[in-house]
């Protein structure tokens, strides 16, 4: 199995920073993915990690943690147009097919 | 900027009619991926695609799927005999992994598919 677990919903203050967790069950994955999704619209791409660690892209970065089965995307700077679902995606097999989680809604308020 | 299309936006279908949904991905692209979102739940992964062939399929894409390259633009997916649970957001999807050194796939605006 490939259980990903992510919390429901968040909230967060315009302005402020958010870090939106992931953790996983899994025997294997290339790399682990960040989506944005604004309802009624495609997912795009934010951020992924194949190593452990952190990456950063602007006001966006993700973390990785394979020994724990761990990572997180963390948001600065939050803006009113960051509202949106978070998906936590694993890369998997030959093809790098995505695995999603069900997605964090995240409120941002001013 | 380059970008992945569908059409068309919105297809609504009577139960046991066929659809073809279709996709023209980024244009140097090699990978290409049908996934679907029911609405309110989680993106599924259907199948993938890469040098004329299915590379990957999941268990809900059965006999009653079938994905197509019919020319050297276009990326189809077929649903023969539609149910009303096969009502949902189906997305197309690109990636150039393999000739570069990034992996992120690149998602079209979906099709919304109403069966009734």
């Known amino acids: 199995g490939q259980n990903i677990d992510q919390p429901t919903e968040m909230t967060a203050t315009e302005g402020a920073i958010v870090q939106i967790n992931c953790t996983y069950q899994?025997?294997?994955?290339?790399?682990l993915f960040w989506y944005q999704q604004h309802a009624g619209e495609a997912p795009t791409f934010l951020s992924y990690n194949v190593l452990d660690g952190l990456e950063e892209k602007g006001r966006f970065s993700s973390f990785l943690s394979r020994s724990k089965g761990y990572s997180y995307l963390l948001l600065k700077e939050l803006q009113m147009k960051d509202s949106a679902s978070y998906l936590c995606a694993l890369g998997r097999d030959s093809s790098y097919k995505l695995i999603f989680g069900s997605g964090t809604r995240l409120l941002v308020r001013p | 900027e380059p970008e992945v299309t569908q059409t068309p936006s919105h297809q609504v279908t009577q139960m046991g009619q066929e659809v073809i949904l279709r996709c023209v991905p980024i244009s140097n692209h090699l990978y290409f991926y049908w996934y679907r979102q029911i609405l309110g739940q989680k993106v599924e992964f259907l199948v993938s695609?890469?040098?004329?062939?299915?590379?990957?399929k999941s268990e809900i894409f059965d006999d009653q799927f079938s994905v197509e390259r019919p020319d050297g633009s276009n990326f189809t997916l077929k649903i023969r005999s539609t149910k009303l649970e096969d009502s949902a957001m189906y997305f197309c999807a690109s990636s150039d992994f393999g000739t570069a050194t990034t992996y992120e796939q690149y998602f079209g605006p979906g099709t919304r598919l109403t069966v009734t």
């Open positions: 899994t025997s294997g994955f290339n790399g």
């Open positions: 695609f890469y040098n004329n062939e299915i590379s990957e």
